[in-house]
Structures are given as structure tokens and as C-alpha cells.
């Protein structure tokens, strides 16, 4: 289904790139200021909305589980700090390697992959 692009899924989107990788709450408290009439589940929705048209990535957090958001649609990976939840790309290449091998071995047609990284980042591994 194509959806139309309205302004507030814009204000979602770019809002989502200025943040790096947010909740959908700390989307919505970020953009209340700016759009008071935006709800938050006007937030999620275009969340919704955006994934499902692969213009973002849902990025599933270490410690509690929580979704982060991401719109960076290059291929990447991420670290995230298994103490204060810090999410972070990685841009040391794509492993392409990885998804012609699972096609050689497995017989799949693999169109990409997502990888996280967890540990503790440079505040927490003290």
C-alpha cells in the first residue's frame, strides 16, 4: 500500500535522524515541544508506517528489551552497552560475505542481515 507522506511523518522521520537512535518515547517527548498537537500514538504510527515502507530499522535493545529507532538505511551494524543501554552504529564494513555464504550453504536468497554487538561502552567498562 503506498501511503501519501504527510507532514508529520516527516517531522517523525527527521526527527529520528537528528536523535541517532531513540525510543519512541524519547521521539515523541523531543518532538511535543515542536508539534504539540502531535499525539504519541500519532508517533508510533508513522513508526509503523516508516518500517514498514523500509524507510527505518527497528533496533531491539539490550537491557530491557526495549525498541530504539534508527534511520540510517545503509547497511550497519550496532554495539549496544549492556549497561545504560547506549546504541551505536558501527561503519566497519558489511560483511556481504556473510549472505553468500548462508545462500551457498543453505540455498536462501538473502537480501541483507542486522547484527548487534553488545558489551559496555567506554563510560561503562570501567
Keep these: 500500500m503506498i501511503r501519501r507522506n504527510t507532514k508529520q511523518k516527516e517531522a517523525v522521520k527527521a526527527e529520528l535522524k537528528r536523535l541517532g537512535h531513540p525510543t519512541a518515547e524519547e521521539l515523541y517527548t523531543a518532538l511535543r515541544d515542536?508539534?504539540?498537537?502531535?499525539?504519541?500514538?500519532?508517533?508510533?504510527?508513522?513508526?509503523?508506517?516508516?518500517?514498514?515502507?523500509?524507510?527505518?530499522?527497528?533496533?531491539?535493545?539490550?537491557?530491557?528489551?526495549?525498541?530504539?529507532?534508527?534511520a540510517d538505511m545503509r547497511p550497519h551494524y550496532h554495539f549496544i552497552c549492556l549497561k545504560c543501554g547506549l546504541t551505536a552504529d558501527i561503519d566497519d564494513g558489511y560483511m556481504k560475505s556473510a549472505d553468500v555464504g548462508i545462500e551457498e550453504k543453505f540455498g536462501y536468497k538473502v537480501v541483507g542481515h542486522r547484527t548487534n554487538f553488545f558489551g559496555y561502552c567506554g563510560k561503562c567498562k570501567e
Design 34 to 70: 515542536k508539534y504539540p498537537e502531535m499525539s504519541k500514538a500519532t508517533v508510533y504510527r508513522n513508526l509503523r508506517i516508516l518500517e514498514e515502507n523500509n524507510a527505518i530499522i527497528r533496533v531491539i535493545g539490550a537491557i530491557d528489551g526495549g525498541e530504539r529507532f534508527d
